[in-house]
């Protein structure tokens, strides 16, 4: 009995700094979460309202927001489906098959990741800008790409073209080949293996994929920046409307518009922690 009122003396003792340590690991995490997180988010509702609701919902709906919103919508809206299609092809064909210059494609494929947005947009205006590459072509045609929607639209594409596939790689991996080919073993076409077999067990990484596709095309600033021209009510997505309103000192409009793209980052994060519930639960 003494021996074991001792051990149970050791481990309340061995059980309590263990226990302290985690309270103040968790402590440390939620003020940092506040700090960082927390407070920017309330920051930038306090400033877009603070001059009453109704400059807020003006400052929405004058015509160069509008314009950004729609041009914010529009780069998505052609950004997603496209990163869709390749996510799923490109993960197909590297769980699926064997062949040379795999690993070779897995890294082009985490360029974007690697290389800064800023330079992809240089890289953008080397190939389509007026002394580009392909320059004296485009001009001979009447074909604009830089300083217009198209160059928007390619420059989003490529820094967010990873994010399906990413998704998708490790989930079809794990899933193998067999029940794709039990499927054509039973006579089962391409499209009804996938549609029945492989789509409904990739549905949720593939949900998840196109959230943070969608997130980053909406508020990607940098690529953006360098292809658009900055061109008010022609070429100005929600990110770089925010910039200048900014930089003319009209900051509730800034803070306005900005709340847009807060709204949109916890409307992901909620998005994001379903599809993840959904996914372990799957």
């Not at 939620?30 to 306090?46: E, K, M, Q, R, T």
């Not at 969608?214 to 100005?236: D, K």
Request: charged share 15%.
């Amino acid at each position: 009995m003494i021996v074991q009122e001792l051990r149970e003396k050791n481990v309340k003792a061995n059980a309590e700094p263990g226990l302290l340590k985690k309270w103040a690991l968790i402590t440390i995490a939620l003020g940092f979460l506040g700090l960082f997180i927390l407070v920017p988010l309330i920051a930038v509702f306090s400033e877009g309202l603070n001059k009453g609701i109704e400059l807020y919902f003006a400052s929405l709906t004058e015509r160069d927001a509008l314009s950004a919103i729609k041009l914010t919508l529009l780069t998505a809206a052609i950004t997603i489906p496209v990163n869709t299609i390749f996510g799923v092809l490109a993960a197909w064909s590297i769980t699926k098959f064997n062949f040379r210059g795999k690993n070779i494609l897995i890294t082009l494929i985490d360029i974007p990741f690697a290389v800064s947005p800023v330079i992809a947009g240089l890289v953008f205006v080397l190939l389509f800008g007026s002394r580009g590459v392909l320059g004296p072509f485009l001009e001979a045609n009447d074909i604009k790409i830089i300083f217009a929607v198209p160059g928007i639209i390619l420059a989003t594409i490529f820094v967010t073209f990873p994010f399906v596939v990413r998704e998708l790689l490790p989930i079809m991996e794990e899933q193998g080949t067999e029940e794709e080919q039990a499927a054509i073993t039973l006579g089962a076409s391409g499209w009804q293996m996938f549609f029945r077999v492989t789509l409904p067990n990739i549905k949720w990484g593939l949900l998840y994929g196109v959230i943070l596709c969608n997130a980053r095309a909406m508020g990607e600033f940098g690529a953006v920046s360098v292809v658009s021209g900055h061109i008010r009510g022609l070429t100005n997505t929600i990110p770089l409307h925010v910039e200048i309103l900014y930089n003319e000192y009209n900051f509730t409009a800034a803070f306005a518009a900005a709340s847009l793209l807060a709204l949109l980052a916890i409307l992901t994060l909620i998005l994001k922690s379903v599809v993840e519930w959904k996914t372990k639960k799957h």
